[in-house]
């Protein structure tokens, strides 16, 4: 029994870590395009000439995430020991398994929220000029040049 409610408890928080991830896996080098060449052509390709950084309008104590996630995470772990037929021990476990992801959730998601964000200015190859704000650069550098994908700004 303690067994098992280890392997929920520890299933919860790597659930909840995995929540936490910052960066959804844009830019990454391996990603594979279409190849252009002379005769064809890509529309939604360009070079960054700016990027702008635009201050979070959105302000929180600094740990505010981290503390609240804890809490949630901590009765959450609690509840759910509880109710699959824990010891006071498996409970008090999972409670401190709950915290621990919660509070590594929490911080990820408030610093997702409240961060500086980017306007990144790209010339596109048909000569159109379009701002693209998002939160994170990836590796995006001014005179990259890089795809518009879905709203969001990739090296290509």
């Not at 809490?71 to 824990?86: C, L, Q, S, Y």
Request: hydrophobic content about 35%; overall charge positive; aromatic content about 4%.
């Amino acid at each position: 029994m303690k067994i098992r409610l280890l392997a929920i408890g520890a299933v919860a928080a790597v659930t909840l870590a995995g929540c936490a991830t910052t960066s959804p896996g844009y830019g990454s080098s391996s990603a594979s395009y279409p190849s252009s060449s002379s005769s064809a052509r890509c529309y939604d390709c360009g070079v960054v000439t700016r990027i702008d950084t635009v201050g979070g309008s959105r302000t929180a104590p600094s740990k505010t995430g981290a503390v609240l996630g804890g809490i949630v995470g901590a009765v959450a772990g609690h509840e759910i020991a509880d109710k699959t037929g824990g010891s006071k021990g498996n409970q008090n476990l999972a409670a401190v398994a709950g915290a621990v992801g919660g509070a590594v959730a929490g911080n990820a998601i408030q610093n997702r929220t409240t961060g500086n964000s980017y306007d990144v200015h790209v010339r596109m190859d048909d000569g159109r000029t379009v701002v693209i704000n998002q939160h994170d650069l990836g590796g995006i550098r001014e005179n990259t040049y890089v795809r518009v994908v879905n709203g969001r700004v990739v090296i290509r």
